[in-house]
């Protein structure tokens, strides 16, 4: 799904979920991103506010993650400012008024949405974090910070790269993980990174000069 013809995607199993607000950004034509990620991203920025002006949270705190492949999480709470959480890969928040987001270029964006509790999270999930199961962890804080239980959760995969494109399924363990935690309603989109370099941004296909997708997700007060 396109929205005003900006470069974003939804996804339906998250689409008419009450109260929530979701998007995952596409390649943006006309910037150059062949430059260190932070450069990248500063000249993504405008763009990426576009999107989230459009989606309807541009004026909620937007908190992002350091993301350094590891398998750590954490609790976004209403107190929090604009920020980029260090040392983590993943955010979950039961506060409405938060957007949380998560930059990939290969890697899943996995998002997870409690509609019964009112409460997700969106986890960066590649190689190493799949290994160390980061989304495990994000589904077991749910769990504890607001009793999620895992056959509520709605679970989907954003596109990432995989075979043959690069040795690893890691999105096939990633469900095989949410299949093993209790989740019942996992989406996967199938989609390959470095096979549509002309939608995605890919860091093994662009030899890590490239882009991100942001995956931005949020609670509402409706």
């Known amino acids: 799904m396109q929205t005003r013809d900006l470069p974003l995607e939804q ?8 109260g929530v607000r979701h998007a995952f950004t596409t390649r ?6 062949t430059h260190d990620k932070a450069t990248a991203l500063q000249r993504l920025d405008a763009v990426h506010r576009e999107v989230r002006d459009a989606i309807g949270v541009g004026e909620m705190p937007f908190i992002t993650a350091e993301q350094v492949h590891g398998n750590q999480v954490q609790v976004v709470t209403a107190t929090t400012a604009d920020k980029c959480w260090p040392k ?3 955010l979950v928040t039961g506060q409405p008024g938060i957007c949380v987001g998560i930059y990939v270029a290969d890697c899943c964006a996995v998002y997870l949405v409690d509609p019964v509790r009112h409460a997700i999270g969106v986890v960066h999930s590649g190689r190493k974090g799949t290994e160390l199961a980061i989304v495990a962890n994000a589904i077991r804080l749910m769990r504890n910070e607001f009793k999620s239980q895992p056959a509520d959760l709605i679970v989907q995969l954003s596109p990432c790269i995989r075979p043959p494109h690069y040795e690893v399924d890691f999105a096939g363990a990633i469900i095989a993980q949410c299949r093993a935690a209790g989740v019942q309603q996992i989406n996967d989109s199938g989609t390959c990174t470095a096979c549509d ?3 995605y941004y890919s ?3 662009e030899k890590g000069r490239t882009g991100r997708m942001l995956a931005l997700l949020a609670l509402t007060n409706s």
Do not use: I, Q
């Not at 996804?11 to 009450?18: D, E, G, K, P, W």
């Open 203 to 205: 860091y093994r296909a």
């Open 88 to 90: 983590c890969d993943g």
């Open 28 to 33: 943006v034509e006309g910037v150059d991103v």
């Open 197 to 199: 370099l002309k939608r």
């Open 11 to 18: 996804f339906a199993a998250l689409r008419n979920v009450a």
